[in-house]
């Protein structure tokens, strides 16, 4: 089974910078992507971003353009998140999910089959 850890959550203040971690196991991802998507209580599961395993495409949810980067470690199997300028806005459980979704999809958490057990990110204020 495809399995996916994700870690480096915690509690920062406005301003401060997390470094999120997905680590993939039970596959081989090469024709996939793995994204990041974020919930906070209340709200809707959002898109935050995501990277093609092979080429590196990535894709960001405006409000993270800029401070948010997507990367990804082939050697190690693992997909990165850095988390720059945090704003209490950014407060969500922050997951990260593997699928095959066209370029079109890739922001649609319809296009992912795989899910980890997400990691929670707080922005004090």
């Known amino acids: 089974q495809v399995q996916l850890v994700e870690s480096g959550g915690g509690l920062v203040q406005p301003g401060d910078s997390l470094r999120l971690s997905c680590a993939t196991s039970?596959?081989?991802?090469?024709?996939?992507?793995v994204a990041w998507f974020r919930q906070a209580p209340g709200k809707e599961r959002d898109f935050v971003a995501a990277i093609r395993w092979s080429g590196g495409n990535t894709a960001y949810e405006d409000s993270v353009k800029g401070r948010f980067t997507v990367s990804k470690d082939t050697a190690k199997n693992t997909v990165s998140l850095q988390m720059n300028r945090l704003k209490p806005e950014d407060t969500a459980v922050y997951y990260c999910?593997?699928?095959?979704?066209?370029?079109?999809?890739?922001?649609?958490?319809?296009?992912?089959?795989?899910w980890g057990q997400g990691t929670q990110v707080t922005v004090s204020s």
């Open positions: 039970g596959g081989t991802f090469g024709g996939y992507a």
């Open positions: 999910a593997v699928g095959r979704p066209i370029v079109s999809s890739m922001r649609n958490a319809g296009s992912y089959y795989y």
